[in-house]
């Protein structure tokens, strides 16, 4: 193999490096602490579970603008719109306030 071949495999190689690099999956997390733990937590429209189960796990989110969103029969819903950083994880404290009886 030549200088010039060698050469060449090895750009390429450093080039199919740096593309699977570049495609890996960012992502950050939200953990969501709330003082109904029944309440059942949605993201971005999508059903998450009981709010309880994020209290110490978080919910691995892309990056970016995300929309929160308690809801318990006997509270009014609350809404929290969060920016999720790249590779960090943050947490976000929802007060839900009860429904006249």
């Known amino acids: 193999m030549s200088a ?9 190689a450093i080039a199919t490096l740096c593309v699977a ?7 950050g997390g939200v953990r969501v602490v709330s003082n109904v733990p029944e ?3 949605y993201v971005d429209e999508e059903v998450q ?3 309880s189960v994020y209290e ?10 995300h929309r ?3 809801e ?8 929290v719109d969060v920016d999720v950083p790249e590779n960090m994880a943050m947490a976000v404290r929802v007060e839900m306030r009860r429904r006249p009886e």
């Open 4 to 12: 010039v071949t060698r050469a060449t495999a090895v750009c390429l």
């Open 21 to 27: 690099c570049s495609a890996a999956p960012r992502v």
């Open 39 to 41: 309440a059942t937590l």
């Open 49 to 51: 579970g009981q709010a």
């Open 56 to 65: 110490h796990t978080y919910i691995r989110l892309a990056p970016g603008p």
């Open 68 to 70: 929160l969103m308690l």
């Open 72 to 79: 318990h029969p006997e509270y009014f819903p609350e809404y």
